[in-house]
Nanobody
Framework: DVQLVESGGGSVQAGGSLRLSCAVS????????MGWFRQAPGKEREGVAA???????NYAESVQGRFTISLDNAETTLNLHMNGLKPEDTAMYYC???????????????WGQGTQVTVS
């Protein structure tokens, strides 16, 4: 199965930027729509951004214009560039594979362990 390992989380001041990365490996890599989810304490997990096999992208309204998702040409690294960070962006961020970015609640079949992002 697909293996996902996140990195790049940390603390940043409001208005700052941060880049998250996800190392993708396994026999099925490159065959899935990839994405990022996040979950804050006491809140439900929510989809943040997704990129399909054709390069098309989807973003949650709350991060539109501030976050950018990308996948390298080898399809081994998924990135999330975050700009203009706000305190409400504070959450555990999860890399995911086989994402269905439809409707009000996105879903995925494969998950990383998560990386914490804290905005003060």
């Amino acid at each position: 199965d697909v293996q996902l390992v996140e990195s790049g989380g940390g603390s940043v001041q409001a208005g700052g930027s941060l880049r998250l990365s996800c190392a993708v490996s396994g026999p099925m890599y490159g065959y899935y729509c990839m994405g990022w989810f996040r979950q804050a304490p006491g809140k439900e997990r929510e989809g943040v951004a997704a990129i399909d096999t054709d390069g098309s992208t989807n973003y949650a309204e709350s991060v539109q214009g501030r976050f950018t998702i990308s996948l390298d040409n080898a399809e081994t690294t998924l990135n999330l560039h975050m700009n203009g960070l706000k305190p409400e962006d504070t959450a555990m961020y999860y890399c995911a594979a086989d994402v269905l970015p439809y409707g009000g609640s996105w879903s995925a079949a494969y998950w990383g362990q998560g990386t914490q992002v804290t905005v003060s």
